[in-house]
């Protein structure tokens, strides 16, 4: 590594901004959402558990930031248009490719794709800049 290290907070601040992003991205996309699984509201309440859900989401956001921010460092790359960069790139190579593989055998609509891939770039991008422009920590 560079002489830098894991800066935790931020890791933890990007991925609390990546949770919170999906709460508002999907109450404002709802009904496009909602129509591309198939279910209602009342129906994924019934048929799911809220709670390991949410456990599972915000997991998963620490592990994108966790992962973001250390190829950031192994690849020297600082700065919030240097995060972006990385986070869109890692975007398109795994998360766009991977979901679009999988709507696509799904016959899901383009607009399906959108919301549910929309998301994780918008997400990414902001855990990238938020990476970016939080200063590392030297080691010791």
């Known amino acids: 590594m560079s002489g830098e290290r894991?800066?935790?907070?931020?890791?933890?601040?990007?991925?609390?901004?990546?949770?919170?992003?999906?709460?508002?991205w999907f109450t404002v996309l709802q009904r496009p959402w909602l129509a591309s699984v198939g279910k209602t509201l009342a129906?994924?309440?019934?048929?799911?558990?809220?709670?390991?859900?949410?456990?599972?989401?915000?997991?998963?956001n620490l592990i994108i930031a966790s992962v973001l921010a250390r190829l950031m460092i192994a690849l020297g790359k600082t700065?919030?248009?240097?995060?972006?960069?990385?986070?869109?790139?890692?975007?398109?190579?795994?998360?766009?490719?991977?979901?679009a593989t999988a709507l696509v055998f799904e016959a899901q609509s383009l607009e399906a794709f959108a919301v549910i891939a929309g998301y994780p770039l918008v997400g990414?991008?902001?855990?990238?800049?938020?990476?970016?422009?939080?200063k590392k920590k030297a080691v010791s």
């Open 6 to 24: 894991v800066n935790y907070p931020a890791v933890i601040l990007a991925a609390v901004v990546h949770f919170v992003l999906g709460s508002i």
């Open 43 to 60: 129906e994924l309440r019934q048929q799911g558990n809220a709670t390991l859900a949410y456990v599972v989401a915000f997991g998963a």
């Open 79 to 99: 700065g919030v248009a240097c995060g972006m960069g990385l986070a869109a790139l890692l975007w398109l190579g795994f998360t766009a490719t991977t979901m």
């Open 124 to 134: 990414m991008l902001l855990m990238g800049a938020i990476l970016g422009a939080w």
